[in-house]
């Protein structure tokens, strides 16, 4: 049986939505977010709340990181659509025909590595 | 009704009645109530609930003209007929509860022939909910007389209660439970049906291209298309689409591309449009 919490937060700043939903599943892994814009949050997960972790999931949502523009598109970043992949990884593979046929060979760039970097830049801005 | 003093010829003693008169005006007043006392009535309240077949309001006859039946029950109430009125005859139903809804059926087999309605949309109840009304008028040119709606303001929207199996999903199951339920709400125009529809903390149990929603027991006129904002699976809320099919009963969500992902308590889905329905 799901069971419904509602908490209320004084913090002043919107919450990043990726990071608050993983902060709060590594507390509990059923943990579902309900919220708009505003101090009231509603956590739905599969067994009772405990105090505990009424407790814990007050202190998340009162601490997770401020929605900013880089978190947002770092999320972005992470939840690519194939097409937007295929785009950056058919250049890394180009890139990577050029890297190995320079006089000193450089090694291949992994697909892992170029998100990555694309991710971190995304957070850099 | 307060008449004016104006002048009038007798018939019979060839001059001119002085204003104010009692022969003026009490006779004129006596002939526009007992005409007024036909049009524009109100009938008294009715307060039944429940199914209404072959329902015969208190006070309404052939013979009391155009009328007003205000309606306040304290329950719902579903009507599929009522008393039959003459060629033209027109009765404005007002719903005067502050929280309860009439339906009216189209064409329903609990009522007798010449006392059915016939409803602007036929595939779903007609609903008139806390201040709204629908104008009926009993129209005899087919042959067997019927109620006509002419014209239907719903008044407040109204929210269903929470049915779990008005979610499903192309593949496997969508769990929408009544706390992930933000906003499920309709109101029907004539034919157009607005609605809202928010849930979030909803579970995906497969991999289904459309996650589905009964159309509030309505069914689509045509194709129709519009936009949704959604998170799958707890990701970031995005564009998505919903259509209905010709003659379709659900409203489908999609996303732009791809699956729905398997979710525990992370899908949310938000939309708002409007469609023509039968």
Known sequence: ?125 | MELPTVPVDTDDSGGPVPDGTVHNNAWLQDVISKIMAGVNKRLPASTVTGTQNNYAPTGFSTTAGDCTLPWNGAADATFTGFTPGINGQCVLWKNETSSKVAYFNDNDSGSLSGWKFSNIAKSGKTPIAPGGAGLFQYDTTSGTGVWRLCFHEQGAWITPTYAGTDWTASAGTWTVDSGDVIANRYKLSGRTLHFEIAVATTSVSSTPSDLKKLLFGFTSAGVANGNVFLADAGGTQVAGTMSTLTSGTTLQFEKLSGSWSTATNTTAVSAQGFLDVT
Do not use: C
């Open chain 1, 1 to 125: 049986m799901s069971a419904y919490q509602t908490f209320t937060s004084s913090r002043g700043t919107e919450p990043d939505a990726a990071a608050l939903l993983a902060n709060l599943r590594a507390l509990d892994a059923t943990v579902g977010v309900q919220h708009v814009p505003g101090p009231s949050y509603v956590l739905k997960k599969a067994t009772a709340w405990t105090a505990p972790q009424m407790a814990a999931a007050q202190t998340v949502i009162d601490t997770a990181p401020a929605s900013t523009p880089q978190l947002s598109a770092q999320a972005a970043v992470d939840s690519l659509p194939i097409f937007e992949r295929a785009i950056i990884l058919a250049l890394i593979d180009q890139l990577n025909v050029i890297r190995a046929a320079l006089p000193v060979p450089l090694g291949a760039i992994t697909p892992a590595q170029a998100i990555s970097a694309i991710r971190a830049k995304a957070g850099a801005l």
